[in-house]
């Protein structure tokens, strides 16, 4: 499987996935994006929690999640299945588009390919999450279809690593560095290099998705995590900008009475 950016150590180990940070705090990203999807009307995704692990000499700071495949199951991406079909690049297929038939495109080859129903409101609402957690890294490639050779495809998020200004290198998002600064950097993918703008036009063909329970704090949630592998500057910048991601997004917010999630086998 793809990690952040694809540049992630990870192991499998009795029927969990772990992953190693490499560009930052990769792996608190992913346990907060699960903290905020766990109090949302997103039900198809992984679930990370935080880990520390051991390999050949070395102890990691990182996270885990569950295998979510079955013995029958497999994963592919949207570019592999672009490529396939088309015989070409699928940067070369989307690129002559405008912005909104490149996601028009994209639903319909998913919805008649795949014989998924409904995928562009699933399109939105993946986009939506991206843009409150600030992944930069939902390329081609990090959209994920699970295939079960009796029934069929089904969409499935993970890999959100690379939300909350997670890469700290000094030429990405580094510590050190305004949250407003930082932000202005972040530039969205698949469609378009603008969160809004990829968005807005899905909003504006599907209706918006995406709704997280307005009761959620993210300093409460990630208190626990307070003493461990992460320092608490870096689990307060990770609390700062998902508060400055929210201020600006206070139409996803509202009051959930149900955030049962769903297994990757399709049960709560």
Known sequence: MNSSKGNQFKIKRRGSWYKADFLGYEGLSEYA???VLEHSNFQEFAKYT????????????????????????????LARLLNQVNGVP????LDRLSLKDKILYTVD????????????????????????ILNDDRHLNNIWF???????????MFDNGAGFLSDTREMYYPLDEEILACASKVESKPFSSTFSKQVDMCRELYGQ????????????????????SYSDRCINRVCAVFDFVRSKNRDMFTVLTNTKVLDAFGSK
């Open 90 to 93: 699928a940067k070369i297929t």
């Open 50 to 77: 935080l880990a520390r692990f051991g390999c050949k000499g070395k102890v990691y700071r990182g996270c885990v999640s569950k295998d979510f495949l079955g013995s029958d199951e497999y994963l592919v991406t």
């Open 33 to 35: 994006a699960t903290l």
């Open 146 to 156: 699970i295939c079960n050779e009796v029934n069929g495809y089904r969409a499935w």
């Open 209 to 228: 998705q995406l709704k997280i329970d307005s009761s959620f704090n993210m300093y409460d949630a990630l208190d626990s995590a307070r003493g461990g």
């Open 109 to 132: 080859f998913v919805e008649r390919t795949l014989g998924i129903e409904n995928y562009g409101k699933y399109l939105t609402k993946m986009l939506e999450f991206d843009s409150l």
